[in-house]
């Protein structure tokens, strides 16, 4: 069965405090992984899509990586205003865009300043 | 960048009426919209894969008649909650793919049935 995980749950950290969120999948066939940021009451804002081991990819603060297992979402010297949730998201295979994607459960982030 | 809508953005019903939710894409057509449940704190749950023009397909445990989703035209899909109660209060939330098969999430509408 697809699953997403990911770890910590929480997080919190000092401005400027660097750190990694991590995203574990089981899909049989991958066919894409997301990055979602969320702010509460909204929904999620598209941050990356990462289609193969190997790929990285980075928008502005934030690295997102993949491996055949996992994905790291690296942020560097965070602000405030970076605080949400991060979601993680896997599509399996499928040759139409109904292929659904399963979502991990989050990671809060709260950067403090 | 592709822009998705939904309206209301937050609806106050009885227990035992019924709310549509509508959810349109805005600068593209989309193929197919998703709808998803999130309750406080948790992560998105799949409810249904709605293509134009043909019957949506349900996940699991989601009961078809409550959840009435239609999606008449390729830029907007409804979700209708019927004989809502209390249980259903929650943060509904729509996505929409295009031919580039990201998903492009709306703002989502919290409904609370009273």
């Known amino acids: 069965e697809d699953q997403v995980t990911q770890s910590p749950e929480a997080l919190r950290l000092q401005e400027g405090e660097s750190s990694s969120l991590n995203c574990s999948y089981t899909?049989?066939?991958?066919?894409?992984l997301f990055w979602y940021r969320q702010d509460p009451g909204k929904g999620p804002e598209f941050l990356f899509t990462?289609?193969?081991a190997g790929e990285e990819k980075e928008k502005e603060r934030l690295k997102a990586t993949l491996t055949k297992k996992e994905s790291f979402l690296h942020i560097t010297a965070p602000k405030p205003e970076d605080s949400a949730t991060y979601l993680c998201?896997?599509?399996?295979?499928?040759?139409?865009?109904?292929?659904?994607?399963?979502f991990g459960s989050g990671t809060r982030l709260s950067i403090r300043p | 960048g592709a822009v998705v809508s939904q309206h209301p953005s937050w609806v106050i019903c009885k227990s035992g009426t019924s709310v549509k939710i509508e959810c349109r894409s805005l600068?593209?057509?989309?193929?197919?919209m998703f709808w998803y449940r999130q309750f406080p704190k948790q992560s998105l749950m799949l409810m249904a894969t709605?293509?134009?023009?043909?019957?949506?397909?349900?996940e699991q445990g989601v009961e078809k008649d409550k959840f009435l989703i239609n999606h008449a035209s390729l830029t907007l899909s409804t979700l209708t909650v019927t004989s809502a109660h209390p249980e259903d209060s929650s943060f509904y939330i729509c996505?929409?793919?295009?031919?580039?098969?990201?998903?492009?999430f709306g703002p989502g509408t919290r409904l609370t049935v009273t």
């Open positions: 600068d593209f057509q989309a193929t197919t």
């Open positions: 709605s293509n134009e023009g043909s019957k949506a397909t349900y």
């Open positions: 990462l289609y193969s």
């Open positions: 899909v049989s066939g991958l066919r894409g």
């Open positions: 996505s929409a793919t295009g031919t580039d098969y990201e998903q492009y």
């Open positions: 998201a896997v599509q399996g295979p499928g040759r139409s865009s109904a292929s659904k994607i399963i």
